[in-house]
């Protein structure tokens, strides 16, 4: 048996504290497999306690198949929890502590054969009747998730059961999970702070930040598609390019996009999306471009709806089927505060103060700014007074290429912008284009 679990403006203030979540709605469909990702804090545990009803709701509702639920007892919800720590009983063996929840249910009957099933499904049949000390770390989350299986539950709640594992066995236990899961056709709703393991395990992804919900979308439309700049760096390795820019666009001459030291020229006859833009002419906005929104090759190889830009390289990061090229553009990065600290920084060889000193130079040497009517405070090319120069680093523009691609660091290299990945966040963090109503291209 499955069901569907609905949640209406569900929110949790625990005493004392802020609002953990906050009016989250969400409507999940029986079988689905649905990821709560977020950073840590950020209310999705309480989400999931909330469900199993090992956390009173301060507002809204929780419904069971439509039925009104909040104040059904946890036992009753025919649900099973599976936690990061493996909470398995020290003192009974696999066979045993399996089949706990069976014998605490139905104390005289036999349960061994729905245990030895278990255990087949789950490959430990061969160590039922070990003790949990005995077992790897990756077998012993198996052993937990049997217990949670054996009962046959209508829903599946997992808060970061992997998380104490090792990549390797992450990665293994990550595809065994999709598998079994989609075979018991059982509603899961999982909990993670990766965004790899949410993309890749779930049917949809849930996105938080400070309790309240971003965004909701199958992994493909939360990538492509996210509702806001920090739904967009949360999502994808390496992260997004989001840098400080500002939209000119006089009535007589073509729109661009300034980043500070260069522009973004948008070519004429404007795609739908980027005609939206007129508006936020003169207004500070964040422009996003995903690491493979951008190649190097110069202006005479661009293809439709590829702009050209220029970049001084910084290094390049070898990483067996590509290579991270990381460039300096002039550009100031935007800052998603609730992620900046998880930023991977510049490479080692960056933080040496006189190459740092030298790439700064370089960059400053990279086309001056001209004159423009965005120019001003907001625009970027700030002096050296100003606290925004601090925010100037080497680095702004993070580029996959092939992995035989070989740069000289400190080489000023041209680079091909594709305009049909380019995104404009405004100064809220609302993704504006490609425009909030359309997700061009996704199902084609
Ligand atoms: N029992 C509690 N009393 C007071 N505050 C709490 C309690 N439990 C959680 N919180 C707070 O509620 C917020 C959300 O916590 P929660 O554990 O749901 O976040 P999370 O996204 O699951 O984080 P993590 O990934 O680190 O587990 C946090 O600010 C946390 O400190």
Redesign the pocket.
């Known amino acids: 048996m499955t069901r569907a679990v609905s949640l209406r403006g569900l929110s949790?203030t625990?005493?004392r504290?802020?609002t953990?979540?906050d009016r989250f709605s969400l409507d999940i469909a029986p079988g689905e497999f649905l990821v709560l990702l977020?950073?840590?804090?950020?209310?999705?545990?309480?989400?999931l306690?909330m469900i199993a009803g090992l956390e009173d709701i301060t507002e809204g509702e929780l419904l069971l198949d439509g039925e009104y639920a909040n104040d059904v007892p946890p036992r009753e919800r025919g649900m099973a929890m599976v936690f990061q720590s493996f909470a398995l009983y020290p003192n009974l063996t696999n066979r045993h502590n399996i089949g706990f929840p069976l014998k605490v249910q139905y104390p005289h009957e036999d349960h061994s054969a729905r245990i030895e099933a278990t255990a087949r499904m789950l490959g430990i049949d061969d160590t039922l009747d070990s003790y949990p000390n005995q077992l790897s770390g990756g077998e012993r989350q198996r052993v937990a998730m049997g217990r949670a299986i054996s009962r046959r539950p209508s829903v599946f709640l997992m808060?970061?059961p992997l998380s104490n594992l090792d990549a390797k066995l992450r990665n293994h236990l990550r595809a065994e999970i999709a598998q079994l899961t989609d075979e018991l056709g059982v509603t899961t709703i999982y909990?993670t702070?990766d965004q790899a393991e949410a993309m890749s395990l779930g049917d949809r992804v849930a996105v938080?930040r400070a309790?309240v919900l971003q965004q909701v979308s199958t992994p493909r439309e939360t990538y492509a598609v996210p509702a806001n700049v920090f739904v967009a760096a949360f999502i994808g390795t390496p992260r997004i390019n989001l840098l400080q820019a500002v939209v000119h666009a006089p009535l007589a001459e073509r729109m661009c996009i300034d980043l500070g030291r260069q522009r973004l020229p948008l070519p004429e006859p404007l795609s739908h999306d980027l005609q939206l833009l007129r508006i936020q002419q003169g207004r500070p906005v964040v422009v996003g471009l995903r690491p493979e929104a951008a190649r190097i090759a110069p202006p005479s190889h661009a293809r439709p709806g590829e702009v050209p830009l220029t970049g001084i390289v910084e290094h390049t990061e070898y990483q067996g089927h590509e290579a991270l090229v990381h460039l300096n553009t002039g550009s100031r990065r935007a800052v998603v505060p609730d992620l900046e600290s998880a930023r991977p920084g510049p490479g080692p060889g960056s933080r040496a103060p006189g190459r740092l000193g030298r790439i700064k130079e370089r960059a400053g040497a990279l086309a001056k700014p001209r004159s423009s009517a965005a120019d001003g405070p907001e625009a970027g090319a700030p002096d050296a007074h100003t606290p925004e120069r601090a925010t100037i680093r080497a680095g702004d523009l993070v580029l996959r290429t092939g992995p035989d691609t070989r740069l000289r660091t400190g080489a000023q290299v041209p680079l091909l912008v594709d305009l049909g990945q380019l995104y404009v966040f405004d100064h809220r963090g609302r993704r504006i284009c490609p425009a909030p109503t359309e997700i061009p291209g996704l199902y084609e």
């Open positions: 949790k625990y005493a504290a802020a953990a979540v977020g950073p840590s804090g950020c209310g999705k545990s309480t989400v306690r808060d970061e909990v702070h938080m309790g």
